[in-house]
């Protein structure tokens, strides 16, 4: 466990070790989430942002710009085609960047386990830090889904962005499984100027 | 050789620190209170700080070369600049014979900075949202200055410790009927110049998705929010010292600023955004009439 | 198949008992305005403010144009894939704003290597739902330009999965992998 | 270990290759709007941009596709309620009514009038909290966030009442062919539905103040994306879109089903046809949505069953359904929201087809208002016309 931290801390930000908890401190209670509606759980986004709900009480605030964002939310479903968008988006996040999965559906498929154009596992293409299950998940759930990260972001566990570049050629592997060699040369050149 | 007074380097260093940790917490402030009139809880009030802390703790994995990393510099760099050219509470570390001009087109020369950099990043959203963001700055040149030019014809100077000095004994600007026109619209400007809606025009996030800040993160973005921070300091201590007669001590300044922040914070939180086109129009039309009839009034 | 036959039973009782009932209604006199214009198809009434026309796939184009003058609204085209008879059937949903009411156009066309003439020039949304078909379908609309992968990527739509015979648990298997089976407790059903 | 980021060499030959700004010629430059954009829900439209003008928009849909009506052929009849309700996310109870009415006439059941009844409120709940939400995309959109935030938060009220009727927030799976699946929990839950009425009646006028009356607003939308008559019926616009060009068509008057025959309720109709009119027209159906909820509540559930009784129902998983087929629909907030079934005498339906309106409004309809329109004007057409990308790739 202890080990796991200091491999954590010194592959992070050698020069601002001294500095870490500090960060840690910080990153926990200003999680900035991805504004991608990636599929139905976005509708319980707003309610999560409003009166009932309000979780800008912990700091955590929608930023439309992928770069500045610190938790990824997928939320519901995952088709292969906004698949790929997700792991652009994804990798445009700057380290540490933190996944959370909302509902049963990027979990094993949920309702549409039989479904052809639905991402079954999707933790075989992108590494996550934490699942709630349900369809949909109650707001509180979600709140208590990210609680769970901030208390994993405190104690240096929720490294997901870390096994990714660790793993890299296997996520890889996986994503090109499914949607063939060269797909990001080919379609991402067009989404992006600098790809 | 001169030798360096270092109680002046330490003031500096106090004043640098003092206005940028306040900075951090007006923001907290407008996002409190943006959260209380939509009948939210809100963030604390040092959010921002930490907002800032953990972009400053990210790894940064993309640059777009030196104007790139430049911009943000530049920026605060010209931020603060602005910042010691206004009197705060008897301190004032560069005066000039005009520096209310130095002071008024310091604190637009950030938005260049920001520009540069994000022009250079080569995202079109944020190429669109530079050309959003010198638009508005050429639109609201024109009531800007009729404001400042109805200021200063009042009084009769451009030196702002002169006009803090005037207002102490003449009473506020506000007090003036002419200036309260001025104060109108400076009022007006300054919720573009804050990047607060109707004229959040440039950041827009449901249109261009923040545009220039689009491609910066990290720290960037960290340096943008310093930067940010500091000119919401130095832009509300402007407003104060020009039209709420300045201040004698940093708790009243303190307390100029905020109302002058609230003001803002209200406007914003009932008014949609502007699109450029009509901003343009906007500025040119009632802030501008307005500013003319200030300007006429006071001569 | 019997469901084809079913409207066919009762149109051969309503041509007969039918005939002077027509006029009284708003819908019979619908019909029998548009079976005027179009003799070749055949009409019928299923109830209060829902007719029924069938028409030869070959003027289903005439039919259409006729019909748009009464029918304002192309509410969709929806295709049933009759897999066992070879034919897809297209049911050309139209809405009267005028008359409120709503009309079924049928039409059959074989499975195999099935076109139909585009109505983009009569209702510019048959667009939309001309690639839908065509996408999920396979069948191919003559003179509609954006035919294509629409709502798929072109993988999928290569195999045009609404059609009956796509094999979709087996698809599902090959893309995603085969470790994800919903079977009871003793592996004999599939569980939905 | 290989890198995540971009290779620079990969950027240089951008670089060179000044593939910046996407030029097509001198002045355009191509924008993907979407689909990781606030304004657009997982829905992506290609523009050619030249200088602050849209010159051309093509629509990508398809990001929410599950391929809904196959998997309903895989389905039982009673399974598909919990599947196809999930088309519709704001208004989830409309799919489950198409789909229990269609299901409903082709067997010809008689619907209990109290199930009736009951469904007929649960439709004007989903309509209003539909609204709330449509207050708030729109806010968004035009840079109010103040309304929005208020909207949602009386939603709630509404999603509190569905959690004590049908035990779901958002998926409620409650309507289902024959009936309804519970009874209304008692007399304390219409007390609390007509207070929330009440209230909601009474904040009505703030979000006047506050967005419909507002000097912007109005700046904003008026004479954005205009559209006739003769095009909205063309391209087959239906629901608060067609009223603002003049037609006034809502399947609650024209085609009734359940209780509007009897309910005393106007179709607000406007002519201009702009954004400005495609909002007054949800302003005052969300007056009329509050009226019809206030009389239905007046009038009383009926006693009677909530569900048909038929000996049949006992095996719900082999519950066969006769040849047939039914379209049915309902006037959504989006639209005329319909869904065609097939049934070819087994337990699975043959073939199930939703129309989403969004299908018409979203994709042809879109890319011809888009033509010409400013880049500030593009959520804001794209939420007057309300697009709800699910409807469009189901």
């Given at each position: 466990?202890?080990?796991?931290?200091?491999?954590?801390?010194?592959?992070?930000?050698?020069?601002?070790?001294?500095?870490?908890?500090?960060?840690?401190?910080?990153?926990?209670?200003?999680?900035?989430?991805?504004?991608?509606?990636?599929?139905?759980?976005?509708?319980?986004?707003?309610?999560?942002?409003?009166?009932?709900?309000?979780?800008?009480?912990?700091?955590?605030?929608?930023?439309?710009?992928?770069?500045?964002?610190?938790?990824?939310?997928?939320?519901?479903?995952?088709?292969p085609k906004t698949l790929k968008r997700i792991i652009i988006t994804y990798e445009m996040m700057q380290d540490p960047k933190y996944v959370m999965i909302h509902g049963s559906c990027p979990i094993n498929g949920g309702v549409y386990w039989d479904s052809y154009n639905v991402v079954k596992q999707f933790d075989k293409y992108l590494p996550v830090d934490v699942a709630i299950a349900g369809c949909m998940p109650r707001p509180e759930a979600v709140m208590d889904g990210i609680m769970e990260i901030m208390r994993k972001i405190e104690s240096g566990k929720a490294d997901g962005w870390k096994r990714y570049r660790d793993n890299y050629e296997w996520y890889k592997k996986n994503q090109d499984e499914l949607f063939g060699e060269g797909w990001r040369e080919k379609e991402g050149k067009r989404w992006l100027a600098w790809i | 050789m001169i030798g360096i007074d270092w109680k002046i380097v330490l003031e500096v260093i106090g004043m640098l620190i003092y206005a940028t940790f306040m900075g951090f917490i007006f923001m907290g402030i407008e996002r409190k209170a943006m959260a209380r009139i939509q009948r939210r809880v809100g963030p604390p009030l040092y959010q921002p700080i930490l907002d800032t802390l953990k972009l400053l703790g990210k790894k940064e994995s993309v640059s777009h070369g030196l104007i790139y990393d430049f911009g943000p510099v530049f920026a605060l760099g010209a931020t603060i600049t602005a910042l010691l050219f206004i009197p705060i509470a008897n301190f004032?570390?560069?005066?000039?014979?005009?520096?209310?001009?130095?002071?008024?087109?310091?604190?637009?020369?950030?938005?260049?900075?920001?520009?540069?950099?994000?022009?250079?990043?080569?995202?079109?959203?944020?190429?669109?949202?530079?050309?959003?963001?010198?638009?508005?700055?050429v639109a609201m040149q024109l009531p800007y200055g009729l404001a400042l030019i109805a200021i200063v014809q009042h009084w009769g100077s451009f030196k702002l410790s002169e006009i803090v000095a005037l207002q102490s004994v003449h009473g506020w600007s506000i007090t003036v009927p002419a200036l309260l026109l001025a104060f109108i619209v400076f009022d007006i400007v300054f919720q573009a110049m804050l990047g607060l809606e109707p004229f959040d025009i440039i950041t827009a996030p449901a249109e261009i998705s923040m545009g220039p800040m689009l491609e910066y993160g990290g720290k960037h973005a960290a340096l943008l929010f310093t930067q940010h921070a500091v000119q919401l300091f130095a832009e509300t201590a402007f407003f104060a010292v020009l039209f709420l007669g300045g201040a004698s001590n940093l708790i009243e300044l303190l307390i100029k600023q905020i109302a002058v922040l609230f003001i803002a914070i209200f406007v914003a939180s009932i008014y949609p955004r502007f699109t450029i086109d009509q901003a343009a129009k906007f500025f040119w039309k009632w802030p501008t009439i307005i500013g003319i009839i200030a300007v006429l009034l006071t001569v | 198949m019997d469901m084809n036959e079913k409207p066919k039973v009762e149109e051969k009782a309503e041509e007969v008992a039918e005939a002077p009932r027509l006029p009284n209604t708003k819908e019979g006199r619908l019909v029998k305005a548009i079976l005027e214009k179009a003799p070749y198809a055949e009409g019928s009434i299923r109830r209060e403010r829902r007719v029924e026309f069938k028409v030869p796939a070959d003027r289903i184009h005439e039919f259409l144009e006729v019909a748009s003058e009464k029918f304002e609204i192309l509410i969709q085209i929806t295709t049933v894939d009759w897999l066992k008879e070879g034919e897809f059937e297209l049911v050309y949903q139209l809405w009267s704003v005028s008359e409120s009411v709503h009309a079924f156009v049928r039409t059959r066309i074989p499975r195999e290597n099935a076109e139909m003439p585009t109505v983009m020039d009569i209702w510019p949304v048959a667009e939309t739902y001309e690639r839908e078909a065509h996408e999920f379908f396979g069948i191919i609309f003559k003179g509609n330009p954006r035919l294509g992968p629409f709502i798929l990527e072109p993988r999928e739509y290569e195999k045009h999965p609404f059609r009956k015979d796509f094999n979709m648990i087996g698809y599902v298997?090959?893309?995603?992998?085969?470790?994800?089976?919903r079977y009871d407790e003793s592996k004999t059903n599939y569980v939905i | 270990m290989e890198k995540v980021e971009v290779p620079r060499e990969l950027r240089e030959e951008a670089r060179k290759h000044d593939m910046y700004l996407h030029p097509i010629d001198k002045d355009t430059y191509e924008l993907f709007f979407g689909p990781q954009h606030m304004a657009t829900e997982n829905f992506s439209i290609i523009l050619k941009m030249d200088g602050n003008r849209v010159e051309k928009a093509i629509v990508n849909p398809g990001f929410l596709h599950r391929g809904f009506e196959k998997l309903a052929e895989q389905r039982p009849y009673f399974t598909n309620i919990a599947l196809l309700l999930r088309i519709c996310v704001p208004e989830s109870d409309v799919p489950e009514n198409i789909y229990s009415m269609a299901v409903d006439e082709i067997i010809g059941w008689e619907v209990p009038e109290r199930a009736i009844w009951i469904r007929n409120v649960v439709l004007e709940m989903a309509r209003l909290s539909a609204w709330m939400f449509w207050i708030m995309g729109f806010g968004n959109e035009i840079g109010l966030y103040t309304p929005g935030q208020w909207a949602v938060a009386y939603r709630e009220r509404f999603l509190r009442l569905f959690e004590e009727l049908t035990g779901g927030r958002v998926y409620h799976i409650y309507t289902v062919p024959g009936g309804v699946r519970r009874d209304i929990p008692g007399d304390h839950w219409l007390r609390q539905l007509r207070d929330t009425v009440e209230y909601l009646k009474s904040k009505l006028k703030d979000f006047d103040e506050i967005l419909f009356d507002n000097y912007i607003t109005f700046e904003r939308t008026e004479g954005v994306?205009?559209?006739?008559?003769?095009?909205?019926?063309?391209?087959?616009?239906?629901?608060?879109?067609?009223?603002?060009?003049?037609?006034?068509?809502?399947?609650?008057?024209?085609?009734?089903?359940?209780?509007?025959?009897?309910?005393?309720?106007?179709?607000?109709?406007?002519?201009?046809?702009?954004?400005?009119?495609r909002v007054l027209v949800r302003r005052y159906e969300i007056e009329q949505d509050?009226?019809?909820?206030?009389?239905?509540?007046?009038?009383?559930?009926?006693?009677?069953?909530?569900?048909?009784?038929?000996?049949?129902?006992?095996?719900?998983?082999?519950?066969?359904?006769?040849?047939?087929?039914?379209?049915?629909?309902?006037?959504?907030?989006?639209?005329?929201?319909?869904?065609?079934?097939?049934?070819?005498?087994?337990?699975?339906?043959?073939?199930?087809?939703v129309r989403g309106p969004s299908q018409s409004h979203g994709v042809t309809v879109l890319e011809e208002l888009l033509r010409g329109a400013r880049l500030a004007d593009v959520p804001?057409?794209?939420?007057?016309?309300?697009?709800?990308?699910?409807?469009?790739?189901?």
């Open positions: 466990m202890s080990e796991r931290n200091d491999d954590f801390i010194t592959y992070e930000l050698q020069e601002f070790k001294l500095f870490e908890p500090l960060f840690r401190w910080a990153r926990k209670k200003s999680l900035w989430i991805v504004a991608f509606c990636t599929g139905c759980g976005g509708i319980e986004m707003p309610p999560l942002a409003t009166a009932r709900y309000d979780f800008e009480r912990f700091g955590i605030m929608p930023n439309p710009a992928p770069r500045m964002g610190d938790l990824f939310l997928i939320t519901g479903y995952v088709t | 004032q570390l560069f005066s000039s014979n005009a520096d209310l001009i130095v002071v008024a087109y310091l604190l637009e020369v950030p938005m260049l900075g920001i520009m540069l950099g994000a022009m250079s990043s080569g995202n079109p959203y944020s190429a669109v949202g530079v050309q959003r963001g010198l638009l508005t700055m | 298997k090959m893309i995603y992998g085969e470790d994800f089976d | 994306g205009v559209m006739d008559r003769k095009f909205a019926l063309k391209h087959a616009v239906t629901g608060p879109n067609l009223r603002a060009t003049g037609v006034p068509y809502d399947v609650r008057k024209d085609d009734p089903y359940y209780l509007y025959d009897q309910l005393d309720f106007e179709i607000p109709v406007l002519k201009e046809g702009d954004s400005l009119a509050l009226y019809i909820l206030e009389q239905l509540l007046d009038m009383g559930p009926p006693s009677g069953p909530y569900m048909v009784k038929d000996p049949k129902l006992k095996n719900l998983p082999r519950f066969k359904v006769p040849k047939g087929d039914a379209y049915a629909h309902v006037e959504s907030t989006k639209g005329d929201f319909g869904a065609y079934v097939v049934s070819d005498g087994t337990h699975k339906p043959y073939r199930v087809h804001v057409i794209l939420k007057t016309l309300d697009n709800c990308p699910p409807d469009i790739d189901r």
